[in-house]
């Protein structure tokens, strides 16, 4: 698996060459991809009890000499089976697309080009580009290497991370120093790496082989529906022994056999009626469907369950720079002590990485370009030492030898650069109040130093025991987005606070703060402030204090565990490497799409493609809409479960015979081939209602079926149950031999009612026009609608009618149903009128 004694191209490797090594050596996985089977999958579709029963209900019609009712009832089998296996397959085909999105990522240069490929499509001749913050995909040679450092923790065990350099063959230990390994961590600098081996044969890889997946834990949704689930199975099996004891009774003229099998076929059909299976569907499908919308929108979800908890955020805590604000840096204004702007600008741009990757360095770079001082110009000296930066240090330096002798370049906080300055205290006074001056008006202030050195052996160890000559500040700039205030005014209404993290100085936060309008923004804790706090102290501070500046990651941690303490629902975005634990911690993890590193990717639940603040505030809504219509599909199933469980309950109380009954299990399967497609297609489409940005987040703790929404389904399920088992039974009773008729009339009715009912449901407080507005130019929802009232027509109205015993209807027969139908669902328009009112 390895490529040595070739030729190194810079070039990196051709298409063709790709191509042929794909065949040789495979993908870049340490565990390959498993093939699902598709017998398995349709098995585990049949475990489900309510197929279970219908699989009993048709033997049972075998048994009873009605072999055209069990072979009707093992087509229905069938084709609701097909539904189930199509809708998973959709579901697992969007999770899969969902999953190869948020799969890691990898810059390489090929056909001499960089571009940005899937990290399982390395192979071995790759020239792979690693900066701050990558996981290292495979193991290679380095070929190139700026201040590159690496935490090697993972496979050596030895915390101390590892400087990288170009030449190692001097050491004689097993790691090497001119090598990268697949599974580590840059955590400072950047570099080439030319792959050497992928996949298992890595040294990560040997240890791997072994791996396995851990098993999905079910999220609280899931274990709340299951309990549903359940508990509805359980009444189920009550109500079936009774529905059997009662019919047994009442067929007391029937031979033993008779009575027997059409007793429990009567209780099949409660049975099948109180089983919501609908609910794993539900979930499944609304899940991955609104995590597949989201990321249309920018917003990638790389944990379903992730989903449901966006309704519920109530701290939102962001970073400054590239989320509130542009991150397009620009110097702004310079300011010197002696009025050497030259020789300020010459050391500032030799103080700055040869290969600059960050946006402040880009910025300074590009002035020094402007003001005629080239990259050639500032870096054609020897570099002698480099002073890296780092988050306790928040400075860094560059020793050169130059014509006039050597030259320490450093720049960095300017809190910390006065420190290592030589200044009288009234000329420290006036650079004080020069950087409070310029970050109240925004800016990010960087402050500037040098020392001249006689002799190389005078280099201090450490930029720390520098004695710098203080040069000047750089007022650096990076602007608000735009429409960021209105996107926090949409948060501070919707009860989600929004609270800002930064390493910034804490004047130029709370100046950024003000412009965009953020809560608080005079109060201020900084890095210094959280050492000196204790844990009891911060979670009491942060209850009025929105912006924390000069953070270091390990600081984020504290301050989402406070929010937390405080029964706050918190979301958090990173994109650092030592951002990963506090993204973990983070109710909501939020990584950053462009800047953020793969490390803090893979610890988070939602990636930002765009990372910007927007996306944050299109997702919370969008999480509250998806959540807002699995209640909804809840709350609908329930109801339109009533009439059918009613029905099949008390006709054996009524004693009305199992063959004449309002639904047989052959009508109750299908019921369910029309609830399966309005509950998971017409409802997950349902538009967010006009409100929802206006409320306050949910309870974290507030079950998905609250019993508000739980009397809402009884009243309107055992009203559909008047209308339809109404309609059917007064019918029967003025002509006892015309049951086809009246079973038909009322199976109308559920139908159509169910249809009405989706759209009544789309709110408590909108009117039903307003969904019905959005949805006309939906062309699924308008299929669904028009596919059930072909549906309906078809099996009224041809002779599929004889084959479930039902009967054409008279057209006064059906303007009556669908009056009924109107009348039994409507009502809930007049109820929003007195909600509307109440909630105003």
Known sequence: MTEQGKVLDINGLTT????????????????????????????????????????????????????????????????????????????????????NLSAPHTVVVRDGKECTINSE?????????????????????????????????????????????????????????????AGTLVTQGSGTILVDKIGIYTEYGKIGINIAEAPDRPTPLEIQTRKLVKACAIIAGVLFVLVCLVTFINLSDHGIKSRIIESILSGITLAMAMIPEEFPVILTVFLSMGAWRLAKKNSLVRRLSSVETLGAVTVLCVDKTGTITKNKMAVNNIWTTNREKEELIRIMGMACETEAYDPMEQAMLKYCKDNNLKEEDLFCNRLIK??????ERKMMGHVWRCDDGIVVCAKGSPEKILTISKLNEDMKKLIENKIYEMSSKGLRVIAVGKEVVNDEEDIPKELEGCSLKFL???????????????????????????????????????????????????????GDDLNNM???????????????????????????????????????????????????????????????????????????????????????????????????????????????????????????????????????????????PTCSIVLERQPAESDIMERNPRNKHESILTSKLLIKSIIQGVVLFIASFGVYYLHLYKFPNEH????????????????????????????????????????????????????????????????????PLTITEVFRVIIIS?????????VKVFNKKSHK
Not at 59 to 87: A, H, K, N
Not at 484 to 512: F, L, P
Not at 822 to 830: C, G, K, L, R, S
Request: hydrophobic letters at 45%; aromatic letters at 8%.
């Open 16 to 99: 063709e060459e790709v191509k042929e090594r794909q065949e040789k050596y495979g993908k870049n996985q340490l565990i390959p991809e498993k093939k699902e089977n598709f017998i398995l999958k349709i098995l585990s579709v049949l475990k489900e009890p309510m197929f279970l029963l219908l699989i009993v209900a048709s033997t049972i019609y075998f048994i009873l000499g009605e072999p055209r009712d069990g072979t009707i009832m093992l087509v229905f089998v069938v084709g609701v089976i097909s539904i189930e296996v199509i809708q998973e397959w959709k579901t697992d085909k969007t999770l899969k697309a969902l999953k």
């Open 121 to 181: 499509d390395i192979v071995p001749g790759d020239l792979i580009i690693i900066t701050e913050g990558v996981k290292i995909p495979a193991d290679g040679r380095i070929i190139k290497a700026n201040d590159l450092r690496v935490n090697e923790s993972s496979l050596t065990g030895e915390a101390e991370e590892v400087w990288k350099c170009l030449d190692d063959s001097d050491n004689k230990d097993y790691w090497k120093k001119d090598y990268c390994y």
């Open 386 to 391: 480099e002073y890296s930066f780092t988050n």
């Open 472 to 526: 000047g500040l750089i007022g650096l700039q990076d602007p608000p987005r735009e429409n960021v205030r209105e996107d926090i005014e949409s948060c501070t209404r919707a009860g989600v606070r929004v609270v800002m993290i930064t390493g910034d100085n804490g004047i130029t936060a709370s100046s950024i703060a003000k412009q965009v309008g953020i809560s608080h923004s005079n109060e201020i804790i900084t």
């Open 534 to 676: 204790t844990d009891e102290e911060l979670k009491e501070k942060v209850k009025n204090v929105s912006i924390f500046s000069r953070v270091v990651p390990e600081h984020k941690m504290r301050i989402v565990r406070a929010f937390k303490d405080n029964g706050e629902v918190v979301a958090m975005t990173g994109d650092g490497v030592n951002d990963a634990p506090a993204l973990k911690y983070a109710d909501i993890g939020i990584s950053m799409g462009k800047k953020g590193s793969e490390v803090s990717r893979e610890a988070s639940d939602l990636i930002l493609l765009d990372d910007n603040f927007r996306t944050i505030v299109d997702t919370i809504k969008d999480g509250r809409r998806i959540y807002d219509n699995i209640r909804k599909a809840i709350g609908y199933v329930f109801a339109i479960h009533i009439p059918i469980a009613l029905a099949s309950l008390l006709a054996p109380i009524l004693g009305i015979r199992s063959s004449f009954l309002m639904l047989l299990p052959v009508h109750v399967v299908l019921l369910e081939l029309v609830i399966d």
């Open 740 to 807: 086809e008729i009246a079973r038909s009339m009322g199976l109308m009715v559920i139908v159509i009612s169910n249809l009405l009912l989706v759209q009544v449901n789309s709110s408590d407080m909108d009117f039903c026009f307003k969904s019905l507005k959005y949805l006309k130019r939906d062309k699924v929802m308008w299929a669904v609608c028009i596919g059930t009232i072909l549906g309906l027509i078809a099996i009224m109205y041809t002779p599929i009618a004889l084959v479930l015993s039902l009967s």
């Open 822 to 830: 109107v009348v039994a669902v409507f009502w809930y328009e007049i």
